[in-house]
C-alpha cells in the first residue's frame, strides 16, 4: 500500500478524494466548486474525447460550437427544461466593472443586461433555436451535430470530477424527419457509449431506459449506461435522449417533408463528461493508488532506469532509449524517465500511484544477462524476461492487462447483482453489500419515490433484454409487474 | 464570380460577412456578439487545433483545464492587468433562477453570490493562483501548460471571427527559475505560430515586438506575428506575452533555487484564437468564396459522379469510389458526393464556394478515355488527367497549390510593404494601396499616439532583424532614431 494513503476499507470516499489529487488528476480550484484538471487528469480526459470523436464521426457526425450564454427567455420556452435546470444557474447580469477609489473593483452598474444571460447547464435551447434557421426541407435532415463544451450547473455539494459546477462534456444534438430514426439514432449513440465503456475503460455497463422519475428534462425516453463501483453504488456514465418533438414545437422547428406536407422535427441529444473520469478511477484504483487500462493511458509503459554509479548511467540510458525504440515502432507510446535529480525507488512509487500499466527497470545486471524486470500494474506482480523480442512481449501483455481489468470488473459487477422476490430481501441486501437489485417493479412512480425515500435506492434503469420482461410481482407493492427493473444507490 | 456574391472590390468588408456565413463557417447567434461556429467551419478549427497541439507537444507542453469563472478580486491583484480587461467583462451575479406566477422565469434575488464571478477573459489570475501551490523549488520548473478554452471579452463592435464576445483559444501559461529561459520561451512560441501560420494556413507573417501602447495588460514584452489581408490592413494572428515576475508577484508565486535562496517565478503566456478563421479568409479567398490551402482543408479533394441516367449512375459511382480509394491509400482526405438529391453543376458551385484545393469530375466518357477532369481551386483551371496514377498527380497538385497560395500571398505582401522616410509619403501610401509602411519611429509612445489619432495607423511590430536596427530620423517627429517600425492599419 502506497505510503500515508487512505485505503478502501478505511474509508472508500476518502480514499477517492486524496487518489484524485495524489495522482495528479484534478484538485479544487479556489472558485467554490469548480476543478482544476491537472496536466496528467487532463491527458486521460484527452484520451477519452480522441476516441469518442473517431467513434462519433465513423457515425456520420459533425462537430460545432454554439454560444457559452443562452437567453433567460429560452429557458423559459419548455416546461419540463426549465423545472429541470432553473435551479442551478450561474447567471450573467452585468458587462463591465469599474475601478473604487480605493483601487479595488466593482461592478459597474450602468452596465447591466436587458435580458440575463444563462451559463449553459446544456445547450438543447440555444441549438434548437438556432435549427430552426438550419432546416426547412426533409433535404436539410438529417443533422448530426455534436459539441464538445464546458457547462455550469451550480451544484451545492460538489467532489471532484463526480459532481462539479463547472464540468466538460460533449453534447450530440441531432435533428430528423422521422421518429423511428430519432430514436435509432438515440439507441445508436447508447451503444456507442456503452462499447466505449466496455472496450475502452474496461468498465462494464448495463444498457436501458430510464423510469420517468429519471428522465431527462425535456426527454420522452433516457437510454443509459449505468456502472458498478467498488464500493456497491452505481454510476450513471452517460446518457443519450429521445426527445421527440418537444424542442421542435417550443422553438417552432418545422420541415417540409417528401409528400410536401408541413411536420415538427424530431430531436436526441446525448452526453458523456468528465464524470468519466471518477468512473474509471473507482472501477479499477487500488489502495496503491490509480490502474489505468492500457487502451486508455497517456502512456502505456514506463522505463526507469537503475544505476549507481554515473559511468552506469549512459549506459543504461542507452539501453533504454533503444527499448523505447523498439516498443514505439510497435505503435506503443512510451515514457523514458531518465532524470537523474530522482531516485528509482522514487520513480517506481510514483509510476505504480499513476496507474502506468507496465513498468520496464533496466539496471547494468539486466544488460549483462540480456533481461528486463517487466512489471505489470494491475496485478502488482513483476517478472524478468529476455530482451529479446521485448516489444511483442510489451504488447500482449497489455492486450492482457486490458483483458484482466475488464473480467476483474465484470466479476465484481456479477458478484454485486442480486435478485430479489422479497421486500425483506431487498433491504437485507442494499443494507448489507449493496450493488445492482434485480426485482419486480409494478411501474408506478408513486412505488419508486417511496422506494427512494426508504432506502435511498433508485431504479438505476429497465434492461432493455426481453428476458427481464417478465409477469411477477412488484418487490415493494406487491401489485401486478411485468418487468424486472435494476435498482441500486448511486452516485 | 459565383451568384448573388458581393465582390471584394465592391465591398471588401460585405463580402467577407457573406463569405463567412454562404460558406458555412459561422454565423451570427441570438446571443449579443456570441457567433455559432458551423461544422464546416468548426472543422477547419478542428484541423488548426490539431496541427497546433502537435507542435505544442513535441515543445514539451502538456494540456490542463483551469475553471471558467475567476473572482473579481483576484483581477484587482495585477494593476494593469485589471485596467487592460475590467471595461468588458461579464459578470456573474446570481446561481439560481425562479419561476414567476405568470409561467415565466426571473433571477432569484436570495440567490446573489458574495463575491462576483468574471467570466475569464484570458486566464492569467486564476492560473497564478493556482501555481502558488504547485511550485516550491526548482524541481518543480519549468511548468508549461497550455489549455484550449473558450473565453469573454465583451466587444461593443463584433464581427464574425475577428472580434466576437465569445471566443475560442488556446492560452499556453509557464513558469522558469530564470528570465532568461521566460525570455527564451516566449521567442519560442511565436516561432512556432510564424511556422504554423507560414506552412499551414500558407499565411505569410511579420515577426517582432511590441511598442509599448500595444502591449498585453501585464507584459514585459509581447512578440507577435502579423499578417496582411487582400485589402491592405494588417492583422495581429498570434501573441506571446514575457510577463517577467509581474505576476507571481500579484500571486506571491516563489520558489527555492539550487543555490537555497528564493526567489519570484517567471512567466510567460501565448495565444491564438478562432481569429485565425479570420486571417485564413482573407488571406486567400476570393469573389467564388473561400480558398482554402490543402494543408488545412477538412477534405483536400471532393469528387463529383457526372451522369445523365440511372444506369450510368452505379456506373460512375462505382469508378469513383476506386478513384477515393486509391487518394486515401496515399493519406489524402477525400469526399465523394453521390448524392442523388443534387445535380453535379449545383455541387460543383457548391464545393468551388467552399474552397475545397481539387475536385475530380468523372463522366462515363471519362470511364471510356481513361481520363478524369482535375479542377484547382487557386486557379480555377482545370485539365483532363490520365486515370492512371491519379493519385500521384494529384499528391503533387496539392503541394503545388499549397506552395502557389503562400506564393501568392507573400507577392501581395511584398508589393504592398513600402519604405518611406518623410510624412508626406507615409499618408499618400496609407491614403493610397495601405499595407504595411517601413518608416523610422523615435520610440516615444507620444509620437506613436500621434500617429494613430492622425491617420488610424499603428505601430504594428518592431521587427526583430538587425538590418532594421539602422540609425535615422523619425517619420513624423524627425527626432533621431534608432529603429525602423512597421505601421499599418488593422483589424
Known amino acids: 500500500m502506497a505510503k500515508d494513503f487512505t485505503s478502501r476499507e478505511e474509508d472508500y470516499s476518502k480514499w477517492y478524494n486524496e487518489l484524485v489529487v495524489r495522482a495528479d488528476m484534478a484538485e479544487n480550484s479556489a472558485v467554490r466548486g469548480?476543478?482544476?484538471?491537472?496536466?496528467?487528469?487532463?491527458?486521460?480526459?484527452?484520451?477519452?474525447?480522441?476516441?469518442?470523436?473517431?467513434?462519433?464521426?465513423?457515425?456520420?457526425?459533425?462537430?460545432?460550437?454554439?454560444?457559452?450564454?443562452?437567453?433567460?427567455?429560452?429557458?423559459a420556452k419548455e416546461a419540463s427544461h426549465v423545472e429541470?435546470?432553473?435551479?442551478?444557474?450561474?447567471?450573467?447580469?452585468?458587462?463591465?466593472?469599474?475601478?473604487?477609489?480605493?483601487?479595488?473593483?466593482?461592478?459597474?452598474?450602468?452596465?447591466?443586461l436587458e435580458e440575463e444571460l444563462i451559463v449553459r447547464p446544456t445547450s438543447e435551447t440555444i441549438i434548437w433555436n438556432t435549427y430552426r434557421n438550419w432546416i426547412q426541407s426533409y433535404r436539410d435532415l438529417p443533422i448530426l451535430v455534436n459539441q464538445w463544451a464546458n457547462v455550469v450547473r451550480w451544484e451545492m455539494r460538489t467532489r471532484l470530477?463526480?459532481?462539479?459546477?463547472?464540468?466538460?462534456?460533449?453534447?450530440?444534438?441531432?435533428?430528423?424527419?422521422?421518429?423511428?430514426?430519432?430514436?435509432?439514432?438515440?439507441?445508436?449513440?447508447?451503444?456507442?457509449?456503452?462499447?466505449?465503456?466496455?472496450?475502452?475503460?474496461?468498465?462494464p455497463v448495463w444498457k436501458g431506459t430510464k423510469s420517468a422519475n429519471e428522465r431527462f428534462a425535456g426527454a420522452i425516453e433516457t437510454y443509459c449506461i449505468e456502472a458498478l463501483m467498488q464500493d456497491g453504488k452505481a454510476l450513471q456514465a452517460g446518457t443519450s435522449h429521445f426527445l421527440g418533438q418537444n424542442f421542435a414545437k417550443a422553438f417552432d422547428v418545422k420541415f417540409t417533408g417528401q409528400d410536401g406536407k408541413q411536420d415538427y422535427v424530431w430531436a436526441t441529444s446525448w452526453g458523456v463528461s468528465t464524470r468519466l473520469m471518477g468512473a474509471l478511477i473507482m472501477t479499477h484504483s487500488d489502495d496503491n493508488g490509480l490502474v489505468l487500462p492500457p487502451n486508455l493511458a497517456p502512456f502505456k509503459v514506463v522505463i526507469v532506469p537503475i544505476y549507481r554509479k554515473d559511468e552506469e548511467?549512459?549506459?543504461?540510458?542507452?539501453?533504454?532509449?533503444?527499448?523505447?525504440?523498439?516498443?514505439?515502432?510497435?505503435?506503443?507510446?512510451?515514457?523514458?524517465?531518465?532524470?537523474?535529480?530522482?531516485?528509482?525507488?522514487?520513480?517506481?512509487?510514483?509510476?505504480?500511484?499513476?496507474?502506468?500499466?507496465?513498468?520496464?527497470?533496466?539496471?547494468?545486471?539486466?544488460i549483462e544477462n540480456g533481461t528486463l524486470e517487466v512489471a505489470r500494474r494491475d496485478t502488482l506482480t513483476k517478472e524478468s524476461v529476455s530482451a529479446d523480442g521485448i516489444a511483442e512481449h510489451v504488447q500482449s501483455l497489455l492486450a492482457e492487462i486490458q483483458t484482466n481489468l475488464f473480467q476483474k470488473a465484470l466479476k465484481h459487477r456479477e458478484e454485486n447483482t442480486t435478485s430479489v422476490s422479497t421486500w425483506e430481501e431487498f433491504k437485507e441486501v442494499l443494507d448489507g453489500k449493496g450493488g445492482f437489485i434485480l426485482a419486480h417493479w409494478d411501474g408506478s412512480s408513486e412505488t419508486?419515490?417511496?422506494?427512494?425515500?426508504?432506502?435511498?435506492?433508485?431504479?438505476?434503469l429497465i434492461p432493455l433484454e426481453d428476458k427481464y420482461k417478465t409477469e411477477g410481482k412488484c418487490v415493494f407493492s406487491g401489485n401486478a409487474s411485468n418487468q424486472i427493473v435494476v435498482f441500486a444507490k448511486s452516485y
Request: contains cysteine; aromatic residues 12%; neutral net charge.
Open 84 to 112: 429541470g435546470f432553473a435551479k442551478e444557474c450561474a447567471v450573467v447580469t452585468h458587462y463591465r466593472l469599474k475601478s473604487t477609489p480605493d483601487g479595488g473593483i466593482e461592478v459597474d452598474e450602468t452596465a447591466k
Open 161 to 203: 470530477f463526480l459532481r462539479t459546477a463547472e464540468f466538460l462534456w460533449q453534447e450530440g444534438h441531432t435533428a430528423h424527419a422521422t421518429q423511428q430514426e430519432a430514436i435509432a439514432e438515440a439507441e445508436q449513440m447508447m451503444n456507442v457509449y456503452a462499447d466505449f465503456a466496455e472496450n475502452f475503460l474496461a468498465m
Open 313 to 366: 548511467y549512459k549506459l543504461v540510458c542507452d539501453k533504454a532509449r533503444e527499448i523505447k525504440a523498439q516498443l514505439e515502432a510497435k505503435g506503443i507510446s512510451v515514457k523514458l524517465d531518465d532524470r537523474d535529480t530522482q531516485k528509482p525507488g522514487w520513480k517506481f512509487a510514483e509510476y505504480e500511484f499513476k496507474g502506468v500499466p507496465v513498468r520496464i527497470g533496466l539496471g547494468p545486471r539486466d
Open 448 to 460: 419508486e419515490q417511496k422506494i427512494k425515500e426508504l432506502t435511498k435506492a433508485t431504479i438505476r
Open 34 to 75: 469548480c476543478m482544476v484538471i491537472k496536466p496528467y487528469g487532463y491527458s486521460i480526459w484527452e484520451s477519452m474525447q480522441a476516441e469518442l470523436d473517431k467513434k462519433f464521426k465513423a457515425t456520420g457526425h459533425s462537430n460545432a460550437y454554439f454560444p457559452l450564454f443562452i437567453p433567460k427567455s429560452f429557458f
